[in-house]
């Protein structure tokens, strides 16, 4: 089966450091992706791992380990517009995209 | 900007009517995956097409059906709506790499509500 497992939600203060956590279970990957989505809009793409170890750019760091099933969007320096969900979506063989619910992120001042 | 567009942004339909939804996929990628997202879920994967032919399909029933041109454009139909087909409709461009697809980028989607 495939299964996508994310917090639901999370609260966050401006500047601070977030981790949110993806785990997986999935028929077939290649590669795990993370967007972000502001109510009402479409995902935007944010950063993609097909290798186990950490990705970083800029703010935001995933992470991925594939034996575990396991993957972490790390967003750093916190500013109020990063409110958003957040979709982590692992990809099968055939190219789909798998996503979880998301995890909605709360930015507070 | 991701260079997907879609139309129309939103739509109104009753039970029982037909719908397309449209998609101009970005520059260079002649791939066009589609998806469907509810309401507070994730997007769920309805088909991709490649080279004008329906490559992996999701589960969604046969009343659900789409089209990719020669120009890579693409259509996602919809027949017999149902109330539970209100939903944000979103299309995802992208293109071959030696190790697969590249990075899908999304449209701004149409937002589908039927009464």
């Known amino acids: 089966g495939q299964n996508i497992d994310q917090p639901t939600e999370m609260t966050a203060t401006e500047g601070a450091i977030v981790q949110i956590n993806c785990t997986y279970q999935?028929?077939?990957?290649?590669?795990l992706f993370w967007y972000q989505q502001h109510a009402g809009e479409a995902p935007t793409f944010l950063s993609y791992n097909v290798l186990d170890g950490l990705e970083e750019k800029g703010r935001f760091s995933s992470f991925l380990s594939r034996s575990k099933g396991y993957s972490y969007l790390l967003l750093k320096e916190l500013q109020m517009k990063d409110s958003a969900s957040y979709l982590c979506?692992?990809?099968?063989?055939?190219?789909?995209?798998?996503f979880g619910t998301g995890t909605r992120l709360q930015v507070f001042p | 900007e991701t260079g997907v567009t879609q139309s129309p942004t939103h739509l109104i339909k009753t039970r029982g009517q037909q719908v397309t939804l449209r998609c101009s996929s970005q520059?260079?990628?002649?791939?066009v995956s589609w998806y469907q997202q509810a309401l507070g879920q994730g997007p769920q994967f309805i088909f991709q097409y490649y080279r004008e032919e329906e490559n992996g399909r999701g589960n969604f029933p046969p009343r659900f059906s789409g089209l990719q041109f020669p120009n890579y454009s693409s259509e996602l139909n919809v027949n017999a709506l149902e109330l539970d087909d209100s939903a944000l409709y979103l299309c995802?461009?992208?293109?071959?790499?030696?190790?697969?697809?590249?990075?899908?980028?999304f449209g701004p989607g149409t937002r589908l509500l039927v009464l």
């Open positions: 979506a692992p990809r099968a063989f055939t190219d789909k995209l798998i």
């Open positions: 520059s260079g990628h002649n791939t």
């Open positions: 999935t028929s077939g990957f290649n590669g």
């Open positions: 995802a461009s992208s293109r071959p790499t030696s190790g697969g697809q590249e990075t899908q980028y």
